[in-house]
């Protein structure tokens, strides 16, 4: 990304692809986004930890562009353990006139990405040809950018390098409890519990992993009128008799990123995106079609990625509090040995449901955001089969992810509905924390 010489040559391959010199609009930022989500999709990165990149990827764009703009605030002071990060850039290398914000913004997102995911040379590639469509031609205005770029990436990254993600690299193998009612590997490919640990992450927003702890799932039980096995018992039968809708319902928010394929002894993966990133996606459309501004655009993506991060935190605190069992594990045992779950089981414990969680904590975020009638069509999952759908609101969009995994035959109606209770709770409080706009709740 240094080499000048390289960024022109790029620039000049996209100016014979039919691509405008200098794109209008934001149409860079989301550009952008949507390639660190290839990238993403690309690596096979876990819900939580595709939650993280996005998180510090964005604040790193946002807090360039914060440089440059007045009406809007850091998130130092508000976000837990956040930097000064003006001071530690210098007025100097901020001043009027003489900085690309837009620039050195893009070039903090894909320094700070690349720091994150495993195909770094991958999304430089990306970054290259972006950076190149801002279309700077003043050499000094250029390099002052990306070295303001630079200096907020690096304050980002010193900030997620106490995130306590590096120690849970080294925690030990999970244990898995022998009592029965608790979560173990299912078919096909009985994966490893996926970070057990991530609760021990530091939250941006959250006072602790546990500040929305639900309410306990329902009490294991075999008994055939029990709380429990009347919810076995639903999903049991709701997948049996699925309409078309519902079927594609649940393959619009599968968003599974260990999809496994068996033929015989044949294993491979399919790569989906994630919860997260679908929501991304939702965001950068529904930014796009209200005409947002760069740093419009970028707060909106920021506010996104810390709901879905500090949702993560939440969810996960509680799945491995909890440890509860899957539905395909309670019917195969004790209703249907041959019933196999429309969608495929993620490697992770039921309760609460993941997308259920992150999902009402955004949509709360979008809908203060954007407002609470803003209707949307969604085409995040065209390029996997799936037509646009259409939602009158955030909160709809996030309601129908969360049904979405009865119909898919992964969870319990409990841990959807507790989930959105415990997804809306984070929402607000990010909302209520985080204040990106100067003056308001002030």
Same mark, same amino acid.
């Given at each position: 990304m240094r080499?000048? /010489?390289?960024?022109?040559? /790029?620039? $000049?391959?996209?100016? &014979? /692809?039919? /691509?405008? %010199? =200098? *794109? +209008?609009?934001t149409a860079l930022l989301h550009r952008a986004e949507q390639n660190l989500t290839r990238v993403i999709v690309h690596d096979i990165f876990s819900p939580p930890v595709a939650s993280r990149i996005y998180l510090y990827a964005n604040a790193a764009a946002y807090e360039t562009l914060v440089l440059g703009h007045e009406g809007y605030q850091s998130l130092y002071g508000q976000a837990n353990g956040f930097p000064r990060i003006v001071a530690a850039v210098g007025k100097e290398e901020a001043g009027p006139g003489d900085i690309n914000y837009k620039l050195a913004a893009l070039y903090a997102f894909f320094r700070t990405g690349g720091r994150l995911v495993f195909s770094e040379p991958m999304l430089k590639d990306s970054a290259e040809s972006i950076l190149a469509a801002v279309g700077e031609q003043d050499e000094a205005v250029y390099q002052k950018s990306l070295r303001l770029g630079e200096m907020v990436s690096d304050s980002i990254l010193a900030w997620s390098a106490r995130d306590n993600y590096a120690?849970?690299?080294?925690?030990?193998?999970?244990?898995?409890s022998k009592e029965k009612g608790k979560w173990t590997p299912t078919p096909p490919g009985y994966i490893d519990a996926v970070e057990p640990y991530w609760s *021990?992450?530091?939250? $941006?927003?959250?006072?602790?992993? =546990? *500040? %929305?702890?639900?309410?306990p799932p329902p009490a294991f039980s075999t008994e055939a009128g029990s709380v429990f096995m009347k919810e076995v018992k639903e999903v049991y039968d709701k997948t049996r008799a699925l309409s078309k809708e519902e079927i594609l319902v649940a393959s619009f928010w599968d968003c599974n990123p260990f999809y496994l394929n068996t033929q015989g002894h044949?294993? %491979?993966a399919t790569k989906k995106l994630s919860p997260g990133g679908h929501w991304i996606s939702i965001a950068g459309q529904a930014t796009q079609r209200s005409g947002k501004n760069w740093i419009e655009s970028s707060s909106v993506y920021l506010l996104t990625s810390i709901a879905l991060f500090?949702?993560?935190?939440?969810?996960?605190? @509680?799945k491995y509090r909890s440890q509860f069992i899957r539905p @395909? !594990? $309670?019917?195969?045992?004790?209703?249907? @040995?041959?019933?196999?779950?429309? &969608? *495929? !089981?993620?490697? %992770? +414990?039921?309760?609460t449901s993941g997308h259920s969680v992150i999902s009402a904590a955004t949509a709360q975020v979008l809908e203060k955001e954007l407002?609470?009638?803003?209707a949307f069509d969604d085409d995040t999952e065209t390029p996997?089969?799936?037509?646009?759908?259409?939602?009158?609101?955030?909160t709809a969009a996030a309601e129908e992810a969360g049904i979405s995994r009865l119909y898919g035959g992964i969870h319990y109606r409990s841990a959807i509905t507790n989930g959105q209770t415990q997804g809306i709770g984070v929402g607000l409080q990010v909302i209520q924390k985080i204040r990106l706009k100067e003056g308001i709740g002030k």
């Open positions: 080499n000048r /010489a390289r960024l022109w040559f /790029a620039c $000049v391959l996209c100016m &014979l /692809a039919g /691509a405008a %010199f =200098a *794109q +209008p609009g120690a849970t690299r080294k925690k030990r193998r999970y244990t898995y *021990q992450i530091r939250p $941006v927003a959250l006072d602790s992993a =546990a *500040q %929305f702890k639900p309410l044949l294993n %491979f500090d949702g993560f935190i939440s969810c996960w605190d @509680e @395909e !594990t $309670v019917i195969n045992a004790y209703l249907d @040995e041959k019933w196999r779950p429309l &969608l *495929q !089981t993620p490697p %992770f +414990p039921e309760y407002g609470k009638g803003f996997y089969g799936l037509p646009v759908r259409h939602f009158a609101s955030f």
